[in-house]
């Protein structure tokens, strides 16, 4: 369960064996140009912004660019009731003595009392406490940053997949477990920031199978891979080839959902499509 809290950030679980890369050339099957695939972190870490010329080349060079959620197509309203629970608040999860160590935690590390936050789903909670200690040198993460990028040069902007989607699979973890998670964040913090140093510099690396070691925990029910990984990176597949046939896309996803049997790389070349490593280093890396 201790790795778990680290899911958000590298959508884990992938399988990567093969070339290393985080910027992928997609070509073949009578596409007339080729569009791109990037793996991205949502962070706000000023050296995963340190990224070669050539990925900003590519997204100029496309015609639209696609993030997984496109948050301007989301209603707020609908993306708050989302976050929320339905009949339950984190008081009536919790035993006494986690819900008073979780409020004079997100007191600390944020200066709000939990009582405000206490309708909210666990797995947000920790998300919150997760960005609280997160370096944040950069105004937006890196996929918004991209997305900034794109909308300055007049690109088209595309969702590769709904809000549900992302929502529904979070919603596949009952809240308990959700609690689980939180609570073994807030427990062992400092294994969780050693953990997230190492995966880091993996990722800076693309050091895909050092990642795929560094994340895989089978503790995480199968229910959750299979939704969360594997259905979505289905639809990607699917709509990443859609809009690669329509005109050059810049796609930007979560680092993990690109590699291993199931993953997207792989979807893509079971469509005929031909999917390349563009290698490239990181500034002072």
């Known amino acids: ?8 950030f590298f959508l884990l679980l992938g399988f990567a064996l093969f070339s290393q890369s985080l910027l992928w050339e997609i070509t073949g099957k009578g596409l007339k140009s080729p569009s791109y695939l990037y793996g991205t972190i949502h962070i706000q870490d ?16 496309c015609k639209a660019y696609a993030m997984e959620i496109l948050m301007d197509d989301v209603q707020p309203e609908v993306a708050q009731a989302a976050i929320l629970m339905e009949d339950k608040t984190l008081d009536q999860i919790l035993c006494k003595t986690d819900y008073a160590l979780l409020d004079s935690v997100f007191k600390v590390k944020t200066g709000m009392n939990i009582l405000l936050y206490k309708k909210m789903k666990p797995f947000f909670i920790m998300s919150q406490l997760m960005q609280s200690e997160m370096s944040k040198d950069m105004e937006f993460a890196l996929d918004m940053h991209f997305l900034e990028i794109a909308k300055k040069n007049n ?42 140093d190492e995966m880091l510099e993996a990722y800076m690396n693309a050091e895909l199978k050092k990642l795929m070691e560094l994340t895989n925990d ?68």
């Open 1 to 8: 369960m201790k790795k778990l809290t680290l899911f958000l």
């Open 46 to 61: 000023k050296r995963v912004f340190a990224y070669d010329k050539i990925v900003e080349d590519k997204i100029k060079e």
């Open 155 to 196: 690109k088209k902007t595309l969702g590769i997949e709904d809000f549900s989607d992302q929502i529904g699979a979070i919603d596949k973890l009952p809240l308990v477990v959700q609690a689980e998670m939180l609570m073994e964040s807030i427990k062992n913090p400092s294994e969780e920031n050693e953990k997230f």
């Open 218 to 285: 089978t503790s995480m029910p199968d229910v959750f891979n299979q939704e969360f990984i594997v259905k979505r990176n289905i639809k990607m597949a699917d709509n990443i080839a859609k809009f690669a046939k329509k005109q050059s896309v810049f796609n930007a996803i979560g680092a993990a959902h690109l590699y291993g049997n199931e993953g997207v790389i792989e979807l893509l070349r079971k469509k005929g499509l031909e999917v390349k490593p563009i290698p490239f280093k990181f500034e002072n890396n």
